[in-house]
């Protein structure tokens, strides 16, 4: 089946500096990449979708400046937390659609960011 | 937008019984129901899924439902085992992989040996 990495897996990082998440489809292109955000002991919330070769789409109250997402080729999604604090740590799972246009989303196995 | 609730948020089971999850949605252009399962620290992984010209759709000791009218779906599980334990969301899409998904709140499972 279809397969998304994530990288890294964990980071610690401190307060202030940014954080660069990326996403890759490794057997399949991907027009589409979606990116949550998932607190302990909750759902994933949607932050953003990405699409190759234009502009994110952001869901509203996630600020565009900080959480910054480049879409650059078929396989690759990168989403940059930029100005990290402590409240933005979290758990950060990428998906991605295949190019066909199936429902199936597959989810990358997830980033945790700690910020001290 | 779309909002998926989902009851209830913990469920505790003797192994062998049954489990059943619930969920309702909004938005009526919503025609694919996933559902997910997701173990600590771990990605959410498919189950099982139903579109919505279907009514139920079951795969071994797992089934799910949906009344596309009332606007809501169910996820039963039969015969549960103590490796079914884990939070299961179900969720919400419109048709095609570009469309975004919107999950429920979750349900914390615990079958207990």
């Known amino acids: 089946g279809a397969v998304v990495s994530q990288h890294p897996s964990w980071v610690i990082c401190k307060s202030g500096t940014s954080v660069k998440i990326e996403c890759r489809s490794l057997d399949f292109q991907a027009t589409t990449m979606f990116w949550y955000r998932q607190f302990p002991k909750q759902s994933l919330m949607l932050m953003a979708t990405?699409?190759?070769?234009?502009?994110?789409?952001?869901e509203q109250g996630v600020e565009k400046d900080k959480f910054l997402i480049n879409h650059a080729s078929l396989t690759l999604s990168t989403l940059t937390v930029t100005s990290a604090h402590p409240e933005d740590s979290s758990f950060y799972i990428c998906?991605?659609?295949?190019?066909?246009?199936?429902?199936?989303?597959?989810f990358g196995p997830g980033t945790r960011l700690l910020v001290l | 937008g779309e909002n998926v609730e989902q009851h209830p948020s913990t469920l505790s089971v003797q192994e062998g019984d049954s489990a059943v999850i619930k969920c309702t949605y909004s938005?009526?252009?919503?025609?694919?129901f996933p559902w997910y399962k997701q173990e600590l620290g771990k990605r959410p992984q498919l189950i099982i899924d139903?579109?919505?010209?279907?009514g139920e759709k079951k795969d071994q000791r797992i089934a799910v439902t949906l009344n596309k009218t009332a606007k809501h779906f169910s996820l039963h599980i039969t015969e549960t085992q103590p490796e079914d334990s884990a939070v299961y969301f179900c969720?919400?899409?419109?048709?095609?992989?570009?469309?975004?998904?919107?999950f429920g709140t979750g349900t914390k499972l615990q079958v207990i040996p």
């Open positions: 938005d009526s252009a919503s025609n694919y």
């Open positions: 969720a919400a899409q419109e048709a095609g992989g570009y469309q975004k998904v919107t």
């Open positions: 139903i579109r919505s010209n279907v």
């Open positions: 990405s699409n190759e070769g234009s502009k994110a789409t952001y």
């Open positions: 998906s991605a659609g295949e190019i066909r246009g199936q429902e199936t989303q597959y």
